[in-house]
Each structure stands twice: as C-alpha cells, then as structure tokens.
Nanobody, 123 residues
Framework: QVQLVESGGGLVQAGGSLRLSCAAS???????MGWFRQAPGKEREFVAA????????KYADSVKGRFTTSRDNAKNTTTLQMNSLKPEDTAIYYC?????????????????WGQGTRVTVSS
C-alpha cells in the first residue's frame, strides 16, 4: 500500500515562500503525483500534477508562475516550491498519487492521499 506524508507547511507573510515535501513509501513505481489544497469552507482544489518521469507537469492557473513541483524518484520525494505567496493560498495542502500520469485535476482520480499540511499566509 502506498503511503504519503507531507511536510513543510507553516505560517508565512504574503510575498514569502514555502517548500512542501511529500515522501512516498510502498510500491512507488510509476506513481504520478498531484498536489491539492482545501481552504476552510471550500472544496478541494487542484494545484499541480507531475508524471513519474517529471516530463509532464500541469499547474492550476491560480498558481502558474509562482509554484513549481518537482520530484526525486531515488528519494521517493515530490516537492512543491511556493513563491510569492498570497493570503488566498492559505489552505491545507495535500499530496496525492495515482498509477500513471493523466494530468487530471479531479481529486477522485487519485487513489492515495497524505494527511495534509497546513499553510497560512498572513497579509
């Protein structure tokens, strides 16, 4: 069974940066990874997705140009570098995984989820 553990959340001022990590364990071969976030009272929202090779990456329009996702398969780790953070980026951030990349922004297409890490951006 694949297990995902996020880390790196915290409190940051607007304009600042945070780097989230997602450590995967179990049968990780060919896992495509996704990042989602959920703000209080809102639905879970797609942030980014990356294929196993890292050759296919997709971002939500709201984070394009500010967030970057990458992965190191040797370390079974996926990262989300978040720059120029805004108060509206405040949410619990989740990493998710599915076999084979689809670029899907639909959370129901992902089979495995981490517990989430909280990101708070103050104005």
């Amino acid at each position: 069974q694949v297990q995902l553990v996020e880390s790196g959340g915290g409190l940051v001022q607007a304009g600042g940066s945070l780097r989230l990590s997602c450590a995967a364990s179990g049968p990780t071969l060919n896992l495509a990874m996704g990042w989602f976030r959920q703000a209080p009272g809102k639905e879970r929202e797609f942030v980014a997705a990356i294929s196993w090779s890292g050759g296919n990456i997709k971002y939500a329009d709201s984070v394009k140009g500010r967030f970057t996702t990458s992965r190191d398969n040797a370390k079974n780790t996926t990262t989300l570098q978040m720059n120029s953070l805004k108060p509206e980026d405040t949410a619990i951030y989740y990493c998710a995984a599915r076999r084979y990349y689809s670029g899907s922004s639909n959370p129901t297409m992902y089979n495995y989820w981490g517990q989430g890490t909280r990101v708070t951006v103050s104005s």
